[in-house]
């Protein structure tokens, strides 16, 4: 049985596509705020594109000014974020209204991006999957809050995101990145399945 997704630990899914109303989510933020994490609510309203997108993490996360808005610096700043009030605390980011995102064409490339800043950020891992001993893990992770569409209706675009293996678990739908490219994200014995996709299948490139 897959263990339950988590805001507080440094595992995965990354990623969690659920309802405002989810008794989880309620738990899981207020574990993290005891534990002096941090919870930033964005509004999946106004990322109608990939240029709206970057504005919207750089106005609510104060990113510095280098910030390219782009997908590469995207992933960049928040896995190595220094927003206002932050001291190497927990960070929860929910992307609240996030309904309409279903019909973009970036959903699989927004989720990857995301995956992989939550995996620099939570596990520190160098390029060849070593711990990185200069840097502090943070627990790091994101849910886009769904109003009325049911979670299992993102699984085919989230899981066209380039290394994102999806999985449905109690309603939720969870993303990660496979553990060929991405090491140290989840146990071997983990089955990520979603439907007819496979953790051996969710692979394909996102442009």
């Known amino acids: 049985m897959m263990t339950k997704p988590t805001l507080t630990e440094h595992r995965s899914p990354w990623v969690v596509f659920t309802s405002p109303a989810d008794p989880w989510l309620a738990s899981e933020t207020a574990a993290l705020v005891q534990r ?23 106005r609510e996360l104060s990113f510095l000014g280098y910030f390219g ?22 960070l929860a980011i929910l992307i609240e209204h996030a309904d309409d995102l279903l019909k973009s064409d970036f959903l699989g490339l927004f989720v990857s991006v995301l995956a992989q800043a939550a995996w620099h950020s939570n596990l520190r891992l ?22 009325h569409t049911a979670p299992a209706a993102f699984t085919e675009k989230a899981a066209r995101g380039m290394d994102v293996a999806v999985a449905l678990s109690d309603g939720r739908l969870l993303a990660t ?31």
């Open 69 to 90: 808005h782009n997908w590469d610096a995207l992933v960049d700043c928040l896995h190595d974020w220094h927003g206002p009030g932050h001291g190497n605390q927990g």
């Open 177 to 207: 990145l496979t553990d060929d490219d991405w090491p140290g994200g989840d146990p071997a014995s983990v089955p990520w399945t979603a439907g007819p996709l496979s953790f051996g299948t969710t692979k394909s490139s996102a442009a």
């Open 126 to 147: 160098d390029g060849d999957g070593e711990l990185d001993e200069w840097r502090q893990r943070i627990a790091q992770h994101f849910v886009f809050l769904l109003d």
């Open 36 to 58: 002096n994490g941090l919870v930033l609510r964005l509004n999946g309203r106004e990322m109608r594109d990939p240029a709206s997108v970057f504005r919207t993490f750089a």
